[in-house]
Structures are given as C-alpha cells and as structure tokens.
Nanobody, 114 residues
C-alpha cells in the first residue's frame, strides 16, 4: 500500500487548505484513515481519524475548524482545514490501517504565516 498526500502550502492566518491522500495498492476497503501532524520541535500528534463506518474523532485543538472525510471508491481521505492559525504549522501525514498493517504517507508541509 502506498499513500500520496497533497494540498499543503503557505496560507495566511484565518485561511483554509484542503489536504488529500490517495491510497494505492489495495484490494479491499481500508479500515481506519487518519491525519497526523508534526510541528517544528514537537512530537507527532493525531489530528483526525475516520473509520470504515464513518465514525470520526478529532483532536481538541482542531475540533470545529477541521473536517475529515473519505471517498471509499477513490481510496482517498481529505482534511479540510479552516481558520488556520500559526500553531497549525506542521508536516501533515496521512495514515491508514489496512488488514493487519499500518501505512504512512510521505507528509505534506502546511505553513500558516502572514
């Protein structure tokens, strides 16, 4: 399984970005799909997760601002990020559970700065 993330970039505070992550090499439906991030000098943290049945969970720091969604027929997970703040600056990684294994994408940089 390979994951390709895209959509990162530079945005001003208060702006929005939409991240996408496409999984390839799968033969059946992916279980859990998630986004993590790692800011400068910080540990990697879970941002949002969406299960096979659509159950969703968010980190408290992004709840109400970020929206995770998935399109199963496209093996794609999205992260709509609104009201971005400088503290959201990080490399964002997509992550999936497929079968009995876990896979990570290469990361996409999100920088929030004026």
């Amino acid at each position: 399984v390979q994951l390709q993330a895209s959509g990162g970039g530079l945005v001003q505070p208060g702006g929005s970005l939409r991240l996408s992550c496409v999984a390839s090499g799968t033969r059946f439906r992916i279980n859990r799909m998630a986004w993590h991030r790692q800011g400068p000098g910080k540990q990697r943290e879970l941002v949002a997760t969406i299960g096979n049945g659509g159950n969703i969970d968010y980190a408290s720091s992004v709840k109400g601002r970020f929206i995770i969604s998935r399109e199963n027929d496209k093996n794609t997970v999205y992260l709509q990020m609104n009201s971005l703040q400088p503290e959201d600056t990080a490399v964002y990684y997509c992550n999936v559970n497929y079968g009995f294994s876990e896979y990570w994408g290469q990361g996409t940089q999100v920088t929030v700065s004026s």
